[in-house]
């Protein structure tokens, strides 16, 4: 059983930064494909980075503003957000990923799900 457990998020202004942690077990170790997504009312969740052994991914919208990383001895993936816009504002959740059989951004990859962290961003 995988869990994960985000926290980091909160209500800055625009232009200000954040670092978002998931703490997590299992698959984390083992080093499985991880993905940070976020959600906001009346929207599809979108993924807004992603993290293999080596290599990341980035949505167009936050790329040159966000980073991920990942630290194997505290079985935790980061987001660091800088330049924060008000339409980052969204529930940020990390997720690991189960199948491999479509596109690291496609959300139905991702079987192991946190409760997210809340980021709101004010102009």
């Known amino acids: 059983q995988v869990r994960l457990v985000e926290s980091g998020g909160g209500s800055v202004q625009a232009g200000g930064s954040l670092r978002l942690s998931c703490v997590g077990s299992?698959?984390?170790?083992?080093?499985?494909?991880m993905g940070w997504f976020r959600q906001s009312p009346g929207k599809e969740r979108e993924l807004v980075a992603a993290?293999?052994?080596?290599?990341?991914w980035y949505g167009n919208s936050v790329k040159g503003r966000f980073t991920i990383s990942r630290d194997y001895s505290k079985s935790t993936i980061y987001l660091q957000m800088n330049d924060l816009r008000p339409e980052d504002t969204a529930l940020y959740l990390c997720?690991?990923?189960?199948?491999?059989?479509?596109?690291?951004?496609?959300?139905?990859?991702?079987?192991?799900w946190g409760q997210g962290t809340q980021v709101t961003v004010s102009s």
């Open positions: 997720a690991c990923r189960t199948s491999y059989q479509d596109s690291r951004f496609n959300p139905s990859e991702y079987g192991d």
């Open positions: 993290i293999d052994n080596s290599r990341t």
């Open positions: 299992g698959r984390i170790l083992s080093g499985y494909d």
